[in-house]
């Protein structure tokens, strides 16, 4: 069952050797599980999408350099998103800010040709005593 993305989702990059981080500043004005929703337009590398650690994609420019001065041995590299694209498919029958929200089963595309999905949506049932 999709569950709404807001700030503070656990995002993994099918090239990045760690966990990143969705940032949303709160200026569309909705919250879920006390955060800013998220919608696709939330995809701006390191204002939006936080590093991965490091990537292993030789499409990366960096990557492939330094795997070539090792002559062959794969290097990875510290990660820098390469996201321009929003993310997709988006939640078309809810739109925060006029654009599509941000669901869990979103993904979005990095130009190193890593995979970025949501892992954990931040969004969490809160219990009133």
Not at 10 to 18: I, Q
Not at 102 to 117: A, K, P
């Amino acid at each position: 069952m999709p569950q709404h993305v807001c700030n503070g989702a656990t995002l993994m990059c099918s090239f990045g050797l760690a966990p990143g981080q969705l940032i949303v500043p709160p200026v569309n004005r909705v919250m879920t599980s006390s955060q800013p929703a998220a919608n696709i337009m939330d995809h701006q590398p390191m204002v939006n999408i936080a590093s991965f650690g490091a990537c292993v994609s030789l499409a990366n420019p960096v990557v492939a350099a330094a795997t070539s001065a090792a002559l062959g041995v794969l290097t990875p590299q510290p990660c820098i998103p390469a996201t321009v694209t929003p993310w997709v498919p988006g939640a078309s029958t809810v739109l925060l800010g006029n654009q599509p929200s941000l669901d869990n089963m979103c993904t979005l595309n990095c130009l190193w040709g890593g995979v970025i999905q949501v892992a954990v949506p931040g969004q969490f049932t809160e219990l009133i005593p």
